[in-house]
């Protein structure tokens, strides 16, 4: 594979923990034939950088990127070789968007560590984002293997 997009509700807070701790691990493996973004079913926040909170978890783990929230593009699912929804309702939104022929690469992001959903932080505290960030580790272990 070639190619990961995370996905959640507005992405400013666990699409984009994803997108940056997935492109940080896999320039630590010298892995830079993979390209890793992140998107919204909504464009709530569309052209806003992530979250405070989600920029202050990553820093405290050591990880810096530049992001801009953009809502899921129909081009996504053909660009894409794999596309990792943060919650069942993200999920069932892109499986309703994504042409059949690429219905394959729709998963849930912990599906194959623990299943269930990454909970939205947004309207909690900071231990909201670092539970956020303890999951996606675990599942960015798994699909880094994957790739």
């Not at 995370?6 to 923990?17: A, D, H, K, T, Y």
């Not at 999951?135 to 790739?147: M, N, Q, S, V």
Request: glycine share 6%; charged share 20%.
């Amino acid at each position: 594979m070639a190619s990961v997009l995370f996905v959640c509700l507005g992405n400013i807070c666990r699409s984009p923990m994803a997108e940056a701790m997935m492109a940080h691990r896999l320039a630590e493996a010298g892995r830079l034939d993979v390209t890793v973004n992140s998107a919204g079913t909504a464009a709530y926040h569309a052209g806003e950088p992530p979250d405070r909170r989600t920029v202050a978890t990553l820093a405290r783990m050591g990880i810096s990127r530049e992001m801009l929230a953009r809502q899921v593009h129909p081009d996504d699912f053909e660009r894409f070789d794999l596309i990792l929804a943060m919650d069942a309702s993200n999920h069932a939104h892109l499986q309703r968007a994504c042409p059949p022929a690429h219905r394959h690469k729709v998963h849930m992001v912990l599906s194959p560590v623990q299943g269930g959903d990454v909970p939205d932080p947004y309207y909690g505290g900071e231990d909201g984002f670092e539970e956020v960030a303890s999951l996606l580790a675990t599942a960015i272990d798994h699909w880094l293997r994957e790739i």
